[in-house]
């Protein structure tokens, strides 16, 4: 059984950064491909970036320029490095896997993301 957590969350003023965790036991990053996702209240959650099993990125246009996904295989751990944050970007992230190996992980629902982690707040505010 795949288990992810994360950490790395926290209160952050604008135009800061964080880093986010996503250590994963269980499982390889080699057979999976790894989401983050962020949920504001009263939104639905979205995905943020993802890297796939290969090691192929992608993110949200809305991050595009500020946030980077990255994956150490040797840990097995993914980051989600966040610059330049905005108050908008205030939500619970939460890391998912995706038990498919391929090339990119664009176009990948939530729904194909059968494990996840139990999130990490982000608060950005002054």
């Known amino acids: 059984q795949l288990q992810l957590v994360e950490s790395g969350g926290g209160l952050v003023q604008p135009g800061g950064s964080l880093r986010l965790s996503c250590a994963i036991s269980g499982g390889t990053l080699h057979t999976h491909a790894i989401g983050w996702f962020r949920q504001a209240p009263g939104k639905e959650r979205e995905v943020v970036s993802c890297?796939?099993?290969?090691?192929?990125?992608n993110s949200a246009d809305s991050v595009k320029g500020r946030f980077s996904i990255s994956r150490d295989n040797a840990r097995n751990t993914v980051y989600l490095q966040m610059n330049s944050l905005k108050p908008e970007d205030t939500a619970v992230y939460s890391c998912g896997a995706a038990p498919f190996m391929g090339y990119s992980c664009l176009g990948y629902t939530k729904s194909w993301y059968h494990y996840w982690g139990q999130g990490t707040q982000v608060t950005v505010s002054s």
């Open positions: 890297i796939s099993s290969t090691g192929s990125a």
